[in-house]
């Protein structure tokens, strides 16, 4: 992970340091569903680093997919991922994926099907664009993000920094992916102390947060924070519900006065004055946009590193 976080803050000073590197080298990105900074962040990291990527949006461009093994082709599907997946490993060097979970089916989404399907059929390379369960290029880039504002902040750390994952309220259910991923990678990470806070009933799976404090007082996670992360999901146990939408757990300015002074992420799209307020937003204390700004450097150092095994 320090490997990675030191090639993204290289790649951030010197974006064409490796411009040769995808020369003759094709990148595909398929889209499942709709996408701003994923898309065009890794887009231009491909760029930087010579790769033609080419865009596919499977649900508008493209046939209706089959993913289960041995399915009887009288609905909707037109095309099965097995025969279309080696086409793609015909076509590119690198295949990046974007799924999305449905939020019916529990089993079926973390079972991550669809990208396990790309990658037993490609034949080649497949980064994760985010998953039914996982999105690692936005966690890549929230831990290059904290060390990056940590660096610039020394005399603001005297030890590991204390990082607090809260929930926050949303019009809609949403998935658990990012709140996975970030739990996973902070937990990994083993740098900080790191704080899961939220309401009753939203507890994320274990294997992804073990590790962590959690507790359901917002308040008390938010004491002494270094970082805030705010995120709205759906509920785990009883699957993709929204038991609780109460707007206290919306950050606001009184809350962060409970803080050392945090700094807040989200990983955007954000619902303004739902999950987060438009005095912390637009406040200094917000790195919103340095942290999507990140996004490019964290994608290009892992196609960086795809391509340089590649050529081994």
């Known amino acids: ?118 990658i037993k059929y490609s034949g080649i390379p497949v980064v994760s664009l985010e998953s039914a369960t996982l999105h690692p290029l936005q966690s890549l880039t929230d831990v290059i993000t904290i060390h990056e504002e940590m660096a610039a902040r020394r005399s603001a750390f005297t030890g590991q920094p204390k990082i607090v994952l809260t929930w926050a309220p949303h019009v809609k259910a949403l998935p658990q992916c990012v709140a996975n991923s970030f739990s996973q990678w902070m937990n990994g990470w083993g740098k900080a102390q790191f704080v899961i806070t939220h309401p009753e009933d939203y507890e994320l799976d274990e294997k992804f947060t073990r590790g962590a404090t959690i507790t359901h007082d917002q308040d008390e996670a938010l004491k002494d924070a270094d970082f805030v992360y705010v995120k709205n999901w759906s509920t785990y146990r009883d699957y993709g519900k929204i038991y609780c939408n109460d707007p206290e757990w919306m950050l606001t300015n009184d809350k962060l006065r409970l803080t050392r002074n945090a700094r807040i992420m989200h990983c955007l799209p954000v619902r303004r004055n739902v999950e987060l307020s438009d005095e912390v937003l637009d406040s200094p204390a917000s790195i919103v946009t340095q942290q999507a700004g990140n996004r490019v450097w964290a994608a290009q150092a892992i196609l960086s590193d795809l391509l340089k095994r590649s050529n081994q």
């Open 1 to 118: 992970m320090d490997a990675l976080i030191k090639k993204a803050l290289m790649y951030k000073a010197n974006p064409f340091a490796d411009k040769l590197l995808g020369a003759n080298k094709r990148i595909g990105l398929l889209f499942l569903n709709p996408s701003m900074r994923t898309r065009l962040s890794t887009q231009v990291a491909a760029q930087n680093l010579g790769l033609e990527p080419i865009v596919f949006n499977v649900d508008k461009d493209g046939w209706a997919l089959e993913f289960e093994e041995e399915a009887i082709m009288s609905g909707n599907t037109v095309e099965h991922v097995k025969d279309a997946a080696p086409i793609l490993g015909k076509y590119f060097d690198i295949l990046c994926i974007r799924t999305f979970p449905s939020l019916k089916n529990k089993e079926d989404d973390y079972s991550e099907l669809f990208i396990k399907q790309f």
